[in-house]
């Protein structure tokens, strides 16, 4: 069993900071691929941005020099740092994972769920 928490979703006013954290516990050998996904209100779930094990990133252009995202590896966790935050940023924020549990077998997994609300 995996669990992941996630914290750190709030309202906010445009071009405010919010940092989000999601942690993880359970049966995991490795986590390989740390995300951070979002969901506005009739569309698509989208990547924001994701890291590797090793610190390579990966953004969303419609975040890329607003948002950061972290890793720490010994406490399973990954942050988002969200800078000059916008409306269009509003939505549901999902942190996902993938890796390899105990026995090698292959795990993808997805948080609950954050709301973050930025207001004009």
Request: proline residues 2%; aromatic residues 10%; hydrophobic residues 30%.
């Amino acid at each position: 069993q995996v669990q992941l928490v996630e914290s750190g979703g709030d309202l906010v006013q445009a071009g405010g900071s919010l940092r989000l954290s999601c942690v993880v516990s359970g049966s995991i050998r490795t986590i390989n691929t740390m995300g951070w996904y979002r969901q506005a209100p009739g569309k698509q779930r989208e990547l924001v941005a994701d890291i590797t094990r090793s610190g390579g990133t990966n953004y969303a252009d419609s975040v890329r020099g607003r948002f950061a995202i972290s890793r720490d590896n010994a406490k399973n966790t990954v942050y988002l740092q969200m800078n000059s935050l916008k409306p269009d940023d509003t939505a549901v924020y999902y942190c996902n994972i993938e890796g390899v549990d105990r026995w090698y077998r292959p795990l993808n997994y997805w948080g609950q769920g954050t709301q973050v609300t930025v207001s004009s």
